[in-house]
């Protein structure tokens, strides 16, 4: 073999390697909290990948919440809700105080609210969900088998990768969905907003309401800094309520340590 091929060779090996190789320092943040989950981070052209826990990103789990963001955009485009639009609380008690009163779009998104998303569901069909689904490529396509929590306890699964992969998609605008659609969601995910960056994210909880330990908390979303966007997708396991709160201090705390966050 040539010198000159064999020396390119290890070299893309190499970079290769490092790009998806177990990150120390971010897997020092997990052991100090005797956190055990995953964490991918990635910019915006895939030039640099920082990760933790390579074989649990690539593990298809329930989306949970997360999939409200394709979620808003499908329901946008079907016309099962509007901006503006009103959905009427029934009146019993749906467990979260936020729950128990007339939603928007806005402020189901910012509660996860999943009565209301549950009423979209119903509203859009499994038939367009499955169409959506496999124009988004979004993690194992399916919907189903019941139509108002397939995201919640059903047969949609995603990894870590997948939802990095999505998210980039989603800020490229590669899909079919009306700019004022995109719009909105970006407002709606806007979590923190300084001079220095925008941070938009989506939480998402597997296991919610229901008697089973641990659940897996998700954390994904991304980050405007600096003329870069950083993509990260989160989730580990939540053996205490106390435990969610991490799942931001983590993502946060890696963030920095890249030397991302300033």
């Not at 007339?102 to 009565?115: G, H, M, N, P, V």
């Amino acid at each position: 073999m040539p010198r000159t091929f064999s020396f390119f060779a290890l070299l893309l090996f190499t970079l290769t390697s490092s790009a998806f190789a177990e990150d120390a320092g971010i897997a020092r943040l997990f052991k100090e909290k005797n956190i055990r989950g995953t964490i991918v981070i990635s910019s915006l052209d895939g030039a640099t990948t920082y990760s933790h826990n390579d074989e649990r990103a690539a593990t298809r789990m329930l989306p949970a919440s997360t999939f409200k963001i394709p979620n808003t955009l499908i329901a946008l485009e079907e016309g099962a809700i509007a901006d503006e639009k009103v959905l009427k609380w029934d009146g019993t008690d749906k467990g979260v105080a936020a729950w128990n009163k007339d939603q928007t779009l806005e402020s189901a998104f910012k509660s996860s609210c999943i009565w209301f998303y549950q009423d979209l569901a119903r509203r859009v069909g499994t038939e367009r969900y499955n169409a959506w689904l496999a124009k988004l490529q979004y993690g194992n396509g399916q919907a189903g088998p019941e139509l108002s929590n397939f995201w919640l306890e059903g047969a949609l699964r995603i990894s870590a990768q997948e939802q990095i992969a999505f998210l980039k998609r989603l800020y490229r605008r590669e899909f079919p969905f009306k700019a004022s659609s995109y719009e909105l969601l970006r407002k709606l995910m806007i979590i923190e907003q300084t001079p220095a960056y925008t941070l938009r994210t989506k939480t998402g909880i597997v296991g919610w309401g229901q008697k089973v330990s641990p659940q897996i908390g998700w954390y994904v979303g991304y980050l405007e800094t600096g003329g870069k966007v950083w993509f990260f997708a989160m989730n580990m396991e939540i053996a205490r309520p106390e435990d969610g709160r991490l799942r931001q201090e983590l993502t946060m705390a890696a963030l920095r340590q890249k030397g991302i966050l300033k």
